[in-house]
């Protein structure tokens, strides 16, 4: 190939490239500078279909199938005709609310009309919101008012010419789109329209689930019904039959035994218990015990008696001798060793024996009878098991 000959060749007709394509360039910008601008606003829903931090439980094998046909479900529900009845009346009740600021300029039938027609139209349309009636023509009443809507080309046909609703593939949003050349047009009616299904859509579910709570209420009380009915026809029937019920009186009759058998067992630990404590008491009182016939106690007891002697013959032959100085000390030496000997045996022994005995003796006789007393109620809990 020959470049020297190719660029020759450009370099002459050099005039025609560059002219063409700046001629171009002028008349598409002629062509198209006095369009209006567009704005375009876009809403995302949440459904929930697909994310599964929504979902009951974090592991589920999806069904792609179910989850398709759901969101082409929300799709139609966003676009139904009730919900665009009511995303009409509010774009109409906005312009009709704010004639210096509408959305888009009033048409000739709304110019045409008085200010009192006007404010009696803008009634009509708050009430159809308010009651979320469906703008349908076969209603008469209905056509004056999509007249004046289709006028400002907010009827349902025009607005979706610009309305996109669509599922983007793998993701968990329904998208809501509007086109148009006032900014605040398009997000009015993204938002309001999402608003709305929103709403539509909330009060279809709560419905829907009161039905079914109603339903299931109205079942669960024919069975009732249908149960007690039974109840009692078994009931009648065993009264009249003289049929007990078995099943309730060995539930009474297994608690009575378990209570029988309880106190059986509270007696027989009674009697051990007496029977243990008898056998003590008898061996204290045979002498096993140091606070019975302690044989250290009588010896004590004796030598403090055979010192009150000496001490007694000391006093009198003290006061016979002239009170001497000699009996004087006798008297003081035997009073010393009396008193520290009757110390030593108060600390030593301070129990009483003959109290001791006695008491042994009385708890003896009550432990006796309380342990024929709880023999004697064994054969009775006996019979009665």
């Not at 793998?170 to 329209?193: M, R």
Request: with cysteine; aromatic share 8%.
């Amino acid at each position: 190939m020959d470049y020297k000959e190719l660029f020759k060749h450009i370099n002459k007709y050099k005039w025609f490239i560059i002219i063409i394509p700046v001629i171009t360039v002028v008349i598409t910008h002629f062509m198209v500078k006095d369009l209006p601008k567009q704005y375009v606003s876009q809403a995302l829903l949440s459904t929930g279909f697909v994310d599964q931090s929504k979902q009951v439980s974090g592991i589920q094998n999806l069904d792609f199938f179910k989850t398709g046909q759901q969101f082409a479900n929300i799709i139609e529900k966003v676009k139904l005709k009730k919900v665009m009845s009511m995303l009409s009346y509010s774009l109409i009740i906005h312009d009709l609310e704010n004639p210096r600021h509408p959305f888009k300029g009033f048409s000739k039938k709304i110019d045409s009309m008085s200010t009192e027609k006007q404010a009696e139209i803008l009634e009509k349309f708050k009430s159809k919101l308010a009651n979320r009636e469906t703008m349908a023509l076969s209603d008469a009443t209905n056509i004056e008012l999509y007249q004046i809507v289709a006028s400002m080309w907010y009827d349902e046909d025009n607005l979706n010419k610009s309305l996109i609703v669509s599922h983007t593939e793998g993701s968990d949003f329904i998208s809501v789109t509007y086109t148009s050349n006032n900014p605040e047009l398009s997000a009015f009616v993204v938002n309001t329209l999402c608003t709305h299904f929103i709403d539509n859509n909330n009060r279809d579910v709560d419905f829907n689930q009161s039905n079914s709570i109603a339903l299931l209420d109205s079942l669960l009380q024919k069975k009732e019904l249908i149960m007690n009915q039974k109840i009692d026809s078994l009931k009648n029937f065993k009264t009249k039959s003289g049929v007990l019920n078995l099943e309730n009186q060995s539930e009474s009759a297994y608690a009575q035994l378990t209570e029988a058998r309880g106190k059986r067992d509270e007696a027989l630990r009674q009697i051990q218990a007496n029977q243990g404590a008898i056998a003590s008491i008898e061996a204290k009182l045979r002498g096993k015990d140091p606070y019975i016939n302690n044989t250290n106690l009588a010896a004590d007891n004796r030598e403090i008696l055979d010192l009150r002697n000496q001490l007694k013959t000391a006093n009198d032959k003290y006061i016979d001798e002239g009170f001497k100085q000699s009996g004087k000390k006798r008297v003081d030496s035997l009073t010393t060793i009396l008193n520290a000997k009757l110390s030593k045996n108060t600390e030593t022994n301070i129990i009483d024996p003959t109290a001791s005995r006695q008491n042994l003796i009385q708890q003896r006789t009550q432990l006796q009878i309380a342990l024929d007393q709880a023999k004697s109620s064994i054969t009775s809990l006996n019979n009665e098991i």
